[in-house]
């Protein structure tokens, strides 16, 4: 098993940044892909960015250039910088974990709770 908390969401205005934190206990983190997800109300929950424990990163096409996805794993810690953020980027914003490299929220099989992120204009 493998435990997931979330923190640093919170409210901000347009253009202002937030960094998210997935902290990670139990089995051996080090060796999965962990990505980040978000849901907006009445929406489905949509990929952001993953990166694979060797630090290869992958980012949806909308997220490039403002969101930066880095992990510790001496800290057992994923982290989402996220840039100049807009009202769109408003949703609950949950990491996962998988051992395999993909952007389908079905194939991770380990969940945090989420960290909600509101962003006002």
């Known amino acids: 098993q493998v435990q997931l908390v979330e923190s640093g969401g919170g409210l901000v205005q347009a253009g202002d940044s937030l960094r998210l934190s997935c902290a990670a206990s139990g089995r051996t983190f080090t060796t999965y892909t962990v990505a980040w997800f978000r849901q907006a109300p009445g929406k489905e929950r949509d990929f952001v960015a993953r990166?694979?424990?060797?630090?290869?990163?992958y980012y949806a096409d909308s997220m490039k250039g403002r969101f930066t996805i880095s992990r510790d794993n001496a800290k057992n810690t994923v982290y989402l910088q996220m840039n100049n953020l807009k009202p769109e980027d408003t949703a609950v914003y949950y990491c996962a974990a998988s051992v395999v490299l993909t952007t389908s929220p079905l194939s991770y099989s380990y969940w945090g709770q989420g960290t909600q992120v509101t962003v006002s204009s």
């Open positions: 990166i694979t424990w060797t630090g290869y990163t």
